[in-house]
């Protein structure tokens, strides 16, 4: 499928998770894409922004088991 695939990496040393601080930079970075392409296509979609991994934390490791192949939906409690 035609498309951009945005990928973040954030890394901390402090006790805070920082999952906002990467999902903020992917969807800042598509944002910015949008911008620029807008002339092209205002069609554009910006979707499927997911969290993919993350280690330590107080919550603990997670890896997405579809690898963010899926809509964001609420966890599962």
């Known amino acids: ?3 951009l695939r945005v990928k ?4 901390v ?3 805070t998770g920082v999952e906002m601080e990467a999902l ?4 800042v970075a598509c944002l910015t894409i949008y911008d620029m392409l807008k002339a ?3 069609a554009m979609r910006i979707e499927n922004v997911v969290l993919s991994e993350k280690t330590g934390g107080e919550s603990g ?3 997405r088991a579809d690898n963010g192949a899926r809509e964001c939906q609420e966890p599962d409690r």
């Open 40 to 42: 092209v296509d205002r």
């Open 13 to 15: 040393v402090g006790e």
């Open 1 to 3: 499928m035609p498309g």
């Open 8 to 11: 973040a990496h954030a890394k």
């Open 61 to 63: 490791d997670y890896l």
């Open 24 to 27: 903020t930079a992917v969807s």
